[in-house]
């Protein structure tokens, strides 16, 4: 069995055209829809880009707490994360994320 290091990495495509914000992406063998909300000039047909960097951070997020509480036998039955995306200016994108079982708030900024 391979470990997560020799383990090969899954393919990403992603297929689109002119004709709006619209894409289709193919994770190795998971497939999903990408667009942008109506009220930025998309179709509301999938998950916007930020949307998926939510969902992997706060996936990912997740994981580690569950690594980390299993690896210690920490007694976490439940774990919470919500992430909210705010647009500061075109340039400026903040992503905050609260774990639930502390409520602690964390953020990055990228510009």
């Not at 297929?15 to 509301?44: C, I, M, W």
């Not at 920490?74 to 340039?91: A, G, N, V, Y």
């Amino acid at each position: 069995m391979a470990t997560p290091d020799q383990a090969e990495t899954p393919h990403v495509t992603v297929h689109g055209n002119a004709k709006g914000f619209a894409q289709k992406v193919e994770l190795g063998s998971h497939r999903l829809d990408v667009d942008e909300p109506v009220s930025y000039g998309g179709t509301d047909s999938g998950a916007s880009p930020y949307d998926l960097i939510l969902a992997a951070l706060g996936a990912c997020t997740s994981m580690t707490i569950g690594l980390y509480a299993r690896k210690r036998g920490w007694p976490l039955e439940d774990i919470t994360i919500s992430l909210q995306h705010s647009k500061i200016t075109q340039r400026i994108a903040t992503i905050a994320r609260r774990r639930k079982e502390e409520s602690i708030v964390s953020g990055a900024t990228f510009i």
